[in-house]
Protein backbone atom coordinates (compact mmCIF):
# COMPACT_ATOMS: atom_id res chain seq x y z
CA UNK A 1 0.00 0.00 0.00
CA UNK A 2 1.77 3.64 -1.04
CA UNK A 3 0.84 6.83 0.04
CA UNK A 4 -0.88 9.50 -2.23
CA UNK A 5 1.81 11.39 -1.61
CA UNK A 6 5.14 11.30 -3.38
CA UNK A 7 7.03 12.90 -0.32
CA UNK A 8 5.85 10.21 2.23
CA UNK A 9 7.04 6.79 2.57
CA UNK A 10 5.18 3.70 1.91
CA UNK A 11 3.39 2.68 4.34
CA UNK A 12 2.46 -1.19 5.18
CA UNK A 13 -0.05 -3.04 7.33
CA UNK A 14 1.00 -4.90 10.31
CA UNK A 15 -1.72 -7.05 12.13
CA UNK A 16 -2.01 -7.45 15.38
CA UNK A 17 -3.18 -9.93 18.03
CA UNK A 18 -6.48 -9.55 17.86
CA UNK A 19 -6.88 -9.71 14.18
CA UNK A 20 -6.99 -5.77 13.36
CA UNK A 21 -4.51 -4.47 11.19
CA UNK A 22 -2.94 -1.02 11.90
CA UNK A 23 -1.37 0.98 9.23
CA UNK A 24 2.34 2.44 10.08
CA UNK A 25 4.46 4.29 7.74
CA UNK A 26 8.18 2.62 7.18
CA UNK A 27 9.54 6.30 8.00
CA UNK A 28 8.14 7.94 11.09
CA UNK A 29 9.41 10.91 9.99
CA UNK A 30 7.70 11.04 7.26
CA UNK A 31 5.40 13.95 6.20
CA UNK A 32 1.68 13.30 7.22
CA UNK A 33 -0.69 12.60 4.09
CA UNK A 34 -3.95 15.59 4.90
CA UNK A 35 -7.38 13.57 4.26
CA UNK A 36 -7.29 15.18 0.63
CA UNK A 37 -4.43 13.02 0.05
CA UNK A 38 -2.18 16.32 -0.41
CA UNK A 39 0.65 16.57 1.85
CA UNK A 40 2.00 19.63 3.19
CA UNK A 41 4.24 20.24 0.95
CA UNK A 42 1.82 19.52 -2.01
CA UNK A 43 -0.58 22.52 -0.17
CA UNK A 44 2.54 24.98 0.19
CA UNK A 45 3.06 24.38 -3.58
CA UNK A 46 -0.62 24.95 -4.76
CA UNK A 47 -0.52 28.18 -2.22
CA UNK A 48 2.77 29.83 -3.62
CA UNK A 49 1.75 29.85 -7.67
CA UNK A 50 0.51 33.13 -8.65
CA UNK A 51 -2.85 33.99 -7.57
CA UNK A 52 -5.85 34.04 -10.45
CA UNK A 53 -6.91 38.10 -9.18
CA UNK A 54 -4.73 40.61 -9.99
CA UNK A 55 -3.39 43.13 -8.71
CA UNK A 56 -6.54 45.61 -9.30
CA UNK A 57 -9.04 43.16 -7.72
CA UNK A 58 -7.34 43.70 -3.96
CA UNK A 59 -9.19 44.54 -1.12
CA UNK A 60 -7.69 46.95 0.88
CA UNK A 61 -8.26 46.84 4.68
CA UNK A 62 -9.04 50.04 6.35
CA UNK A 63 -6.76 51.82 9.00
CA UNK A 64 -7.05 50.46 12.81
CA UNK A 65 -8.26 54.71 13.22
CA UNK A 66 -10.84 54.63 11.01
CA UNK A 67 -11.90 51.35 12.19
CA UNK A 68 -11.74 53.11 15.91
CA UNK A 69 -14.24 55.82 14.69
CA UNK A 70 -16.33 53.71 13.00
CA UNK A 71 -16.89 51.35 15.81
CA UNK A 72 -17.39 54.26 18.04
CA UNK A 73 -19.75 55.63 15.86
CA UNK A 74 -21.67 52.54 15.80
CA UNK A 75 -21.51 52.14 19.95
CA UNK A 76 -23.11 55.83 19.85
CA UNK A 77 -25.92 55.18 17.57
CA UNK A 78 -26.82 51.74 19.37
CA UNK A 79 -26.44 53.12 23.13
CA UNK A 80 -26.90 56.96 22.91
CA UNK A 81 -24.35 60.07 22.99
CA UNK A 82 -23.84 59.49 26.57
CA UNK A 83 -23.04 55.52 27.13
CA UNK A 84 -19.70 56.07 28.72
CA UNK A 85 -20.88 57.63 31.20
CA UNK A 86 -21.28 55.93 34.53
CA UNK A 87 -24.78 56.86 35.03
CA UNK A 88 -25.43 55.00 31.34
CA UNK A 89 -24.55 51.90 33.15
CA UNK A 90 -22.32 50.41 30.11
CA UNK A 91 -19.06 49.62 31.15
CA UNK A 92 -16.04 48.52 28.43
CA UNK A 93 -15.51 45.35 29.36
CA UNK A 94 -12.36 45.06 26.82
CA UNK A 95 -11.68 46.11 23.13
CA UNK A 96 -9.47 47.56 20.54
CA UNK A 97 -9.58 49.44 17.53
CA UNK A 98 -11.81 46.45 15.69
CA UNK A 99 -14.29 45.32 18.82
CA UNK A 100 -15.68 46.19 22.00
CA UNK A 101 -17.47 44.19 24.14
CA UNK A 102 -19.90 46.42 27.18
CA UNK A 103 -22.00 45.10 29.93
CA UNK A 104 -24.83 46.38 32.06
CA UNK A 105 -26.55 44.37 34.32
CA UNK A 106 -27.24 41.01 32.41
CA UNK A 107 -26.51 41.75 28.92
CA UNK A 108 -23.24 41.96 26.54
CA UNK A 109 -23.35 43.85 23.67
CA UNK A 110 -20.49 43.06 21.24
CA UNK A 111 -19.62 44.97 18.24
CA UNK A 112 -17.24 44.17 15.67
CA UNK A 113 -15.80 46.12 13.22
CA UNK A 114 -14.26 43.95 9.98
CA UNK A 115 -11.47 44.65 7.68
CA UNK A 116 -13.65 46.68 5.10
CA UNK A 117 -15.57 49.06 7.32
CA UNK A 118 -18.87 46.96 8.29
CA UNK A 119 -19.87 47.01 11.76
CA UNK A 120 -21.97 43.75 13.02
CA UNK A 121 -23.34 44.21 16.39
CA UNK A 122 -24.08 41.06 18.86
CA UNK A 123 -26.40 41.02 22.03
CA UNK A 124 -26.27 38.43 24.38
CA UNK A 125 -26.91 37.71 27.94
CA UNK A 126 -23.61 36.91 30.41
CA UNK A 127 -21.85 33.93 30.11
CA UNK A 128 -21.51 31.42 32.84
CA UNK A 129 -18.00 32.85 33.49
CA UNK A 130 -19.06 36.24 34.02
CA UNK A 131 -21.51 35.09 36.25
CA UNK A 132 -18.92 32.63 38.40
CA UNK A 133 -16.92 35.58 38.12
CA UNK A 134 -19.26 37.95 39.62
CA UNK A 135 -19.89 35.19 42.43
CA UNK A 136 -16.06 34.81 42.97
CA UNK A 137 -16.08 38.54 43.76
CA UNK A 138 -18.84 39.02 46.20
CA UNK A 139 -17.23 36.12 48.30
CA UNK A 140 -13.70 37.72 48.37
CA UNK A 141 -15.77 40.71 49.43
CA UNK A 142 -17.32 38.48 52.00
CA UNK A 143 -14.35 37.00 53.03
CA UNK A 144 -12.52 40.03 53.49
CA UNK A 145 -14.95 41.54 55.52
CA UNK A 146 -15.46 38.80 57.72
CA UNK A 147 -11.86 38.70 58.16
CA UNK A 148 -11.55 42.36 59.07
CA UNK A 149 -13.98 41.99 61.75
CA UNK A 150 -12.37 39.14 62.89
CA UNK A 151 -8.89 40.94 63.33
CA UNK A 152 -10.34 43.90 64.95
CA UNK A 153 -12.03 41.65 67.80
CA UNK A 154 -8.82 39.65 68.33
CA UNK A 155 -7.03 43.21 68.20
CA UNK A 156 -9.48 44.32 71.01
CA UNK A 157 -10.96 47.57 69.00
CA UNK A 158 -14.28 45.83 68.57
CA UNK A 159 -14.99 44.79 72.38
Not at 63 to 84: D, F, S, T
Request: proline letters at 6%.
Amino acid sequence: MTALCKHAAPRRQYPTISGRTIVRPENLYSPPVLASGYCPQQIVKFMSTDSPLDSSSEIEPIAPEKAREILYAAIQKRLGEHWNDEESGWRLVTGHDYMARLTRGRRNIDFFVDLLGAVTIEEKAIGPAQVQGRINAWLLLGASLLLALLMGYLSGFLR
